[in-house]
């Protein structure tokens, strides 16, 4: 029998919900491109409820111990006394969100021997040691495609808020003020303005296709370019790397993984070469950002805004400057765990549970480690160390 450690965010303040703002969800059985969305062999909770959080447990309860296996929930994940720490070494699977990461360093990995499979709740499997789970043989997978349209959505929400300026002037209707000028001030139209993403996968893509109705003049830059026909519908232009595409464009949205090639990207040296207020949006990895570059830089107006979900270390200290820069639009690591994601992970996670259990194969493109191996998603999209 196996035991199954799920390392998940807090209930709410007020408590896990009795009750929710909508009644449904829209069925949606395939993401653009025709991969099909998870299909585990049943499920135990109802589409749209609160499932990242502890109290939601994935819908996992009922499927695992019904079978004899055990399942251990919890949000306690830092410091060597925490749960995670304490329940690690008898552990085989350990599951984790992006939102709430259990990092899984070498050194947690090296003291996990019966450690044979982690799963990503979302996508982005960076908060594993990759290199370590190669050498320990550990499969490590995620849900791919299960919230991608999720980030997509967020980031051109981020995009509409920093350039018209909404938050600071939602801020004056809470305040009780009707200052127009104050709120007009930084606010301009995306319309006509050059837009580009650092890499073109899933997201990007979606990005892409979300905000080509703007008429704005959309750029990219991946390793993999898009076939000739994708480029010719949403007329993109493409560049070999970032260091040739920022300086062109009035808003970047990062949607890379992070690895080794992509940490530290933007640092003093590849902001220094933007447009003066441009604006950079980044729900991918915090790390692929140095935050004091970001903070000096908006300080200084050569951002004119920075918004994003993501953070180095999650949940962010009290002190980190990215909540108190200037001109951002920061949240939590909200905009892959919609309620409507949620439904999409949680099946997957389950999927890919009764695929290991059975002994039969995990999708393809949820593997990202596998025989000791970069594999599936992961060989397309990351890197390693070594």
Not at 124 to 136: E, R, T
Not at 156 to 164: Q, S
Not at 283 to 293: C, F, L, N, Q, V
Request: aromatic letters at 6%; hydrophobic letters at 40%; one cysteine or more.
């Amino acid at each position: 029998m196996a035991k199954v450690l799920c390392v998940l965010y807090d209930d709410p303040k007020d408590g896990y919900p009795t009750s929710y703002a909508r009644d449904d969800l829209p069925k949606i059985d395939h993401y653009p491109g025709g991969q099909t969305t998870p299909t585990p062999k049943a499920i135990d909770f109802t589409p749209g409820e609160l499932l990242g959080s502890v109290s939601g447990e994935l819908g996992l309860r009922n499927f695992l111990e019904s079978q004899g296996h055990t399942l251990v929930v919890t949000s306690d994940k830092e410091g060597a006394d925490s749960v995670l720490d304490r329940e690690l070494p008898d552990t085989d699977v350990v599951i984790s969100q992006p939102f709430w990461p259990a990092y899984l360093t070498a050194e947690r990995i090296a003291k996990a021997p019966n450690l044979k499979l982690a799963i990503t709740a979302g996508i982005g499997s960076d908060h594993v040691d990759l290199d370590a789970a190669i050498a320990n043989k550990i499969t490590v997978a995620e849900v791919t495609y299960c919230n991608s349209i999720s980030v997509a959505e967020h980031v051109v929400m981020m995009t509409l808020g920093l350039v018209r300026n909404y938050l600071p002037s939602y801020q004056v209707v809470l305040d009780g003020g009707w200052n127009i000028a104050d709120c007009v001030e930084r606010s301009y139209d995306l319309e006509g303005m050059h837009v580009g993403t650092v890499a073109a996968g899933r997201i990007g893509l979606a990005v892409l296709r979300r905000l080509a109705p703007f008429d704005v003049k959309l750029h990219y830059t991946d390793r993999h370019r898009l076939p000739e026909s994708v480029e010719r519908e949403l007329n993109l232009t493409f560049h070999p790397d970032a260091a040739s595409m920022v300086p062109v464009c009035d808003v970047v949205t990062i949607n890379a993984p992070l690895h080794p090639e992509t940490e530290g990207l933007f640092g003093d040296k590849l902001i220094g070469t933007m447009k003066r207020g441009a604006y950079l949006i980044n729900t991918a990895r915090a790390k692929i950002a140095d935050r004091d570059a970001v903070d000096r830089a908006l300080r200084s107006g050569q951002l004119a805004g920075y918004a994003g979900d993501v953070w180095f270390p999650q949940p962010a200290p009290a002190d980190h400057p990215w909540r108190t820069m200037p001109h951002h639009g920061m949240t939590p690591h909200i905009s892959g765990s919609s309620l409507s994601a949620q439904a999409r992970y949680a099946a997957g996670t389950r999927e890919i549970l009764e695929s290991w259990l059975d002994g039969t194969p995990i999708r393809d493109e949820y593997l990202i480690v596998d025989g000791g191996r970069l594999a599936g998603a992961g060989a397309h999209s990351y890197s390693t160390k070594s």
